[in-house]
């Protein structure tokens, strides 16, 4: 050996822990590898929450399906509570604006909007979000509206979000 490999085989390199449970404060969390869709770390991964703005992954899908980006929605209802851009009957945007403004500030009205366009209107919907969670195997998952506001009917738990997600980032 070198003097330099010598010295370098005498030097102590701190030793990895092999395993760790992470600390994490949320009630529930999980972390999955968006290719194979192997779960890598759960904690309480179908205790069923709130989905709040959550919700407007599935908004987003169920839109995108039916509207083209260029299609022309009018604001039907006027929707104040929680993070909104201000929209008012009568307006008029394409669904390609509607769909950044739900998906990056998470604005409800926009979310209103949308549903309030839908051939069923907002009841059909929101019938359609739950038919495309059932198709999706999303079974602990449920919604009451299309921004994620009604806490008490809009649900999921972990392992259907993070499906649910991995599902809207190949989109």
Aim: proline fraction near 3%; charged fraction near 20%; avoid cysteine.
């Amino acid at each position: 050996l070198s003097v330099a490999q010598e010295q370098d085989s005498k030097i102590e390199y701190p030793m990895l822990k092999t395993s760790f449970t992470p600390v994490i404060s949320a009630r529930s969390a999980i972390v999955m590898d968006f290719e194979s869709g192997v779960v890598l770390y759960e904690k309480n991964p179908t205790l069923r929450l709130s989905s709040a703005s959550t919700t407007k992954i599935m908004t987003a899908l169920v839109a995108l399906e039916y509207f083209k980006p260029d299609d022309i929605l009018v604001v039907k209802k006027e929707a104040w509570e929680g993070s909104t851009l201000g929209l008012k009957t009568g307006q008029r945007f394409t669904f390609e604006n509607l769909l950044y403004a739900l998906l990056l500030p998470s604005t409800n009205d926009t979310a209103l909007t949308i549903a309030t366009n839908f051939e069923g209107g907002e009841t059909g919907f929101i019938e359609k979000m739950n038919e495309s969670a059932r198709n999706l195997n999303l079974y602990n998952t449920h919604f009451d509206d299309a921004s994620g506001l009604l806490d008490d009917g809009d649900y999921t738990n972990a392992l259907d979000l993070a499906r649910l997600t991995s599902i809207a980032l190949k989109n």
